[in-house]
């Protein structure tokens, strides 16, 4: 399968998918991202790098339109949603403004609104 026969807009979440995930596997290991950061413990550094690869890994499986893939996708932004939640109710990912607070919540709606994409585009999986 070429690139030109994915629809666009799958592969604009895929792209973003990946892009985004990858920003949190940084975000991860360095604790600071354009301002948001994660606390220092090497717990967090993993458990940040898991998520974001689940996120990557969910870009990837999109691209390929097969709809197991789609399914396994949704499965890898819905353990990222609940790991999110989880790190947050851990103080892992600390909410201690209002940016760190607005930058978790929008990333975690957007991970959902991913999923809720994903599926239902799923006529466009084989």
């Not at 799958?10 to 290991?29: K, Q, R, S, Y």
């Not at 990222?80 to 209002?98: E, H, K, M, Q, W």
């Not at 709606?109 to 239902?120: D, E, H, V």
Request: net charge positive; charged share 10%.
């Amino acid at each position: 399968m070429s690139i030109k026969e994915i629809p666009f807009g799958i592969a604009v979440v895929a792209m973003l998918m990946i892009l985004f995930g990858l920003a949190e596997v940084v975000t991860g290991f360095t604790h600071d991202f354009f301002g948001i950061s994660t606390s220092q413990a090497a717990t967090s550094s993993y458990a940040a790098a898991v998520i974001g690869t689940l996120y990557v890994m969910g870009g990837l499986l999109i691209l390929t339109l097969k709809k197991w893939a789609a399914r396994l996708a949704i499965l890898c932004l819905v353990v990222d949603i609940v790991g999110r939640i989880s790190l947050v109710a851990t103080g892992l990912y600390p909410i201690n403004s209002i940016k760190q607070t607005i930058a978790i919540t929008l990333g975690t709606a957007i991970a959902a609104i991913f999923a809720i994409y994903i599926g239902l585009k799923r006529n466009s999986f084989m």
